[in-house]
């Protein structure tokens, strides 16, 4: 059992905006993403990004936060704030990490040479799943994920 409880949204009319900190603890993933995932549906997002997309690109920036940025330090923090509008669906996850090159760590898991690794897929996930991934800072490290309602 995990020892924190499941996140709750802050507010917001149909559970956006979601402001949601976290411990890196990679045993949190699936009860943030599930709970963006229900809040997607309820606000009409298609079937496919409420079931696919969106839990598949969040759980690897969420799992990226807590394994790469903030190297699974519990006493570290993952924040993600997302926002659904009737135009877009934005969700940013910030670590506690220095940041990272966004292209030069996205890797093609196609190519032969990647083909036996068992990590390094998240990035290139995100970008095949999302209409837009960004990375900045904001005195941590943030990947913004955006996909626009069709």
Excluded: W
């Amino acid at each position: 059992m995990s020892p924190f409880s499941e996140p709750h949204p802050t507010n917001g009319s149909g559970g956006f905006p979601i402001e949601v900190s976290i411990p890196s603890d990679v045993r949190l993933i699936e009860g943030v993403v599930g709970m963006v995932a229900r809040h997607c549906a309820e606000r009409d997002l298609p079937p496919r990004a409420c079931n696919l997309t969106v839990p598949v690109a969040l759980t690897e920036a969420l799992s990226n936060a807590i394994l790469y940025g903030n190297r699974e330090d519990v006493s570290k923090s993952v924040t993600l704030r997302a926002t659904l509008t009737e135009v877009h669906l934005v969700l940013e996850v910030a670590d506690e990490g220095v940041g990272f090159d966004i292209d030069a760590c996205t890797v093609d898991p196609t190519s032969p040479a990647q083909l036996d690794r068992e990590d390094g897929r998240g990035l290139y996930l995100m970008r095949t799943l999302m209409d837009r991934v960004e990375r900045y800072t904001d005195g941590g490290n943030v990947v913004r994920l955006t996909l626009f309602r069709q």
